[in-house]
């Protein structure tokens, strides 16, 4: 299954206003203590890492421990003082990387 990142950010918010931002990546987060139908364990693949940016600067991050459950949900908050863009990044065991943006205007 393919990692599908969901987030929600409002489209508009007043400077200096605090906003809520919530994110789901769908992700089956395989702990590598499970093992298949052979008796062989199933290799762990668990999203270990979460940052989001705005403008290219860091405004959250954390480290994501294999008791997580599937498909990861965050909710933070972030102020805003203009217009931009957010960049959020989860970053899985293998190297792999999921991305996705979302822009708010800032009056």
Request: charge should be positive; glycine fraction near 6%.
């Amino acid at each position: 299954m393919a990692a599908k990142p969901r987030v929600k950010v409002p489209k508009k918010a007043s400077a200096g206003y605090i906003i809520t931002i919530k994110t789901l990546v769908t992700h089956k987060m395989e702990s590598g203590q499970r093992k298949d139908k052979e008796g062989n364990v199933i290799p762990r693949k668990i999203i270990n890492k979460f940052t989001c940016e705005f403008n290219g600067n860091v405004v959250f991050t954390c480290d994501i421990d294999p008791a997580v459950s599937a498909n990861p949900y965050l909710e933070f908050s972030a102020k805003v003082m203009e217009s931009g863009t957010f960049k959020f990044i989860w970053l899985d065991d293998d190297g792999t990387t999921i991305e996705t943006t979302k822009d708010i205007e800032v009056s």
